[in-house]
C-alpha cells in the first residue's frame, strides 16, 4: 500500500483489487434515501452525462464527413483540379499536393532549427539567461493567433517578393510548427536517462559526441512525435495560407518544375472558398475535401502516437 | 560510510588498466582529439546560434507586425481603438466592434466549455468511468484477465476520444457549422426570440450566422484544452490529500468540492486563461460562423464580428492602404492574445510550483 500512495494517480477500484480484497463490495450498503448519497450519486450522473453530451459534435462532425464527403472521394476528385463555378466534376488532386509541399517546406525549415534548439535547451543549465529567453519565446509561439501568423507571413513574404507563393505559405506553417517541435523534442531529450549521458561524457565523449551518438538516437520516437503534431496541426490551417498561398486552379508542378513562388493550392483553402459559394458540385467537393483532410489529419496523429507509444521508458 | 568501514578502502590488488591509455589499442575511453574538440566547440555554437534565432524570430515577428503598422498608427491614432465604422471607401476605419466580438465571443465560449471542460477533466481524473465499469462487471459476475481490462482501456479510449476534437482542423468545425449548427439553431432561436425577445440575449432574430452558432462552435474547440490541462491539474492532487478526507468519511463529491477542486484550483484557472487566449485568436470558425457585421450587440443570434475573422476577410482583397489599417487590427490582437498568453502560463507554472510542497 505504502507504494500506493505515493503515486499521483489516485487510488481505483479497478486498478487495486487487493485494497477491497476481503469485502464484497456489491454488499455494502449505500441508501439514496440520504441527501449526502443522493446528491454524490445525482452529480455522478450529471458529469457522465455532460461528457457524453461533449462527444456528440465530435460524433456529429464525422458522420457528416463521411455521409456528405464520400460520394465524392473517386479516383477523379482525387487526381484532378478544381472546376470552375456551375462547371461539373472536377476535384482537389492540386490542393492535396499544395497542402502536402507547403507542409513539407515548413517542416524542412522548422524541424532542423527546433530540433537543434532542444538539443541547446536541454544541455543548458537551468540559470541560462539564453535557455529562459528561447523557452519563453517557445512559449509565446504557442499560443500565437494562426491568423497572425499568416499576417506576418505576408509582410515578410508576400510583400517583400511582391507575389503570392508556396513559400509564404510555409513560412506561415513554420511559425505555427516551430514551438511544437522544440518543445517536444526537448522534453524527449530530457527523457533520455542521464545515466546513459553520464556514461558518454565518463568515456570521453564530446558534447557534440553524446548528443549525436547518444541523446538523439535515443529520443527519435520523441521527436518524432512532436514532429507528427506539427505536421497534423500545420495540414489542417487555413488562416495562415489565406492570403500568403492564396488559392490555384492549377497544379503546382507545371512544365517540369516546382512553382514555389506561384499561388498554390490547399486543402484547408480549398474547403474555406468552396463552403461559401451557392454551388452544390463546390460543395460536394469541400465535404469530400473536408473529409480527405481529416483523415489525413487523423493518420498522422495516430502514427505520431504510435511513434510515443515506443519511447524508451 | 568510509568511518564505519575503515577496512573496505584498501588498495586493489588487481592492476587496473588505465582508461585513458590507448596507445596499446585496449583502452576504451580517450579524451577527444583537437578535431573533435572543434567540431564540439562549432557544434555547440550552432545550436547555441539557432537558440538565437529562435528567440530573435519572435522579435522580429511582432517588430515586423508593429512596423507595418506605424503609417495607420499615424493616421490613425487611439481614435482607431474606439470607433465603431469601418468604411474602406471613406477610408473611416475602426474596430471597437470586433474587439467588443472578439471578447464577448470569446467570455460566451469560455463559459460554456469551462462547465463542460471541468465536468469531462473530473469524469476522467476521478475515474468514474473505470469504477462504474468495475462495478457494473463484478454484479454481472464476470473477472477474468480480459474483462477486468475493459475499465482502463475505456477510460483511455474515452481520454483518446476528446483529444480527437482538438485535432478538427478548425476550417471543418466551420463547415459543420454552416450545415449542422445553424440549420439547428433556426427553430429554437426563433421560438426563444417570439417569446423572449424583450430580453437583451434574445432581442434580433436569428439569420443565419451569427453569434450564437460562433460561440457554440469555438466552445467545442476549446473543450479539448480546458479538459486536458484541468486533468493534469487534478491528477496531480497528491493522493493522501483524497485519503484524508475518504478516511473522514466525506463522500466522493464532497471530496471533490472540499479538496480536489481547491487544490486544482490555480491550475484549472491556468487552463482557463490559456483557454480564453485561443479563443481570443481563433480565425476560422468564426470567420464561417460569425456573420461579419461590424455592430456593437449583446444579443446572441446578431451577427458580429471579430478582429481574426476580419483580418481573414479584408486581408485578400485590401488595397495596401488598408493593408496597413489591417496590421494595426493585428498588431491590437497580437497585443491582447500576448497579454492573456503570458498570465495564463504563468499561473500555470505557480500552481506546478504549488504542488511540489505537498506530496
Known sequence: MAQNVQRSEPVRVSQHPEVFAGIDRLK???????????????????????????????????????????????????????????????????????????????????????????????????????????????????????????????????????SFSAWGGAAGLAILMLPTIMLTSEDALRMVPSKMRDAAIGMGATSTQTAWLVLLPTAVPGIATGVMLALARAAGETAPLLFTALFSHYWIVSQGHLQLTQPTASLAVLIYNFAGVPFDNQLELAWAAALVLVLLVLVVNLLGQRLAARRVE | ????????????????????????????????????????????????????????????????????????????????????????????????????????????????????????????????????????????????????????????????????????????????????????????????????????????????????????????????????LSRGALIAVPPKLRMAAYGLGATRWETIFAVNLPTAARGIFGALVLAFGRALGETMALAMLVGNANRISVSLFSPANTLAALLANSFPEAGPKEITVLMYAALVLLAITLVVNILGSALLNRASRGMEGLH
Not at chain 2, 97 to 122: H, K, N, R
Not at chain 2, 151 to 159: G, K, T
Not at chain 2, 178 to 196: C, G, M, N, S
Open chain 1, 28 to 162: 455494502l450498503e449505500r441508501s439514496l434515501r440520504r441527501p449526502r448519497t443522493l446528491l454524490n450519486a445525482a452529480l455522478s450522473w450529471v458529469v457522465a452525462g455532460m461528457t457524453m453530451l461533449a462527444l456528440i459534435p465530435l460524433f456529429s462532425v464525422l458522420w457528416m464527413l463521411v455521409k456528405h464527403g464520400i460520394k465524392r472521394v473517386s479516383w477523379e476528385s482525387l487526381t484532378s483540379t478544381p472546376p470552375a463555378p456551375l462547371e461539373a466534376g472536377g476535384g482537389f488532386g492540386n490542393a492535396i499536393v499544395g497542402t502536402l509541399v507547403m507542409v513539407g517546406l515548413a517542416a524542412l525549415i522548422t524541424v532542423p532549427v527546433g530540433v537543434l534548439t532542444a538539443v541547446f535547451l536541454s544541455q543548458a543549465e537551468p540559470e541560462n539567461r539564453l535557455a529562459q529567453v528561447v523557452r519563453f519565446a517557445a512559449k509565446v509561439l504557442t499560443g500565437f493567433p494562426s491568423i497572425l501568423a499568416g499576417v506576418f507571413a505576408y509582410g515578410a513574404v508576400v510583400l517583400a517578393t511582391g
Open chain 2, 1 to 228: 560510510m568510509s568511518q564505519l568501514m575503515p577496512h573496505a578502502v584498501t588498495a586493489p590488488t588487481v592492476p587496473v588498466q588505465d582508461p585513458f591509455d590507448a596507445a596499446d589499442g585496449r583502452g576504451v575511453a580517450r579524451p577527444p582529439s583537437s578535431a573533435q574538440r572543434w567540431v564540439d566547440r562549432s557544434f555547440r555554437g550552432l545550436c547555441r546560434g539557432f537558440a538565437w534565432l529562435c528567440a530573435l524570430f519572435v522579435a522580429y515577428i511582432v517588430l515586423e507586425i508593429a512596423w507595418k503598422a506605424t503609417p495607420a498608427m499615424s493616421r490613425l491614432g487611439v481614435g482607431f481603438l474606439t470607433g465603431t465604422t469601418w468604411d474602406p471607401n471613406q477610408e473611416q476605419y475602426s474596430i471597437l466592434p470586433e474587439i467588443w466580438g472578439t471578447l464577448y465571443s470569446s467570455v460566451l465560449a469560455l463559459i460554456i466549455s469551462t462547465f463542460f471542460g471541468v465536468a469531462v477533466a473530473l469524469f476522467l481524473a476521478e475515474g468514474f468511468l473505470a469504477d462504474g465499469l468495475t462495478t457494473l462487471l463484478d454484479r454481472l459476475g464476470l473477472h477474468s484477465p480480459f474483462w477486468s481490462r475493459i475499465p482502463d482501456a475505456a477510460e483511455r479510449v474515452l481520454r483518446n476520444l476528446i483529444e480527437l476534437l482538438a485535432a478538427i482542423p478548425s476550417v471543418v468545425y466551420g463547415l459543420w457549422g454552416l450545415f449542422v449548427v445553424i440549420p439547428a439553431l433556426r427553430a429554437p432561436a426563433a421560438w426563444l426570440h417570439e417569446e423572449f425577445g424583450s430580453f437583451s440575449l434574445f432581442s434580433t432574430p436569428l439569420s443565419g450566422p451569427g453569434m450564437l452558432p460562433a460561440v457554440i462552435v469555438l466552445s467545442i474547440m476549446l473543450l479539448p484544452t480546458i479538459t486536458a
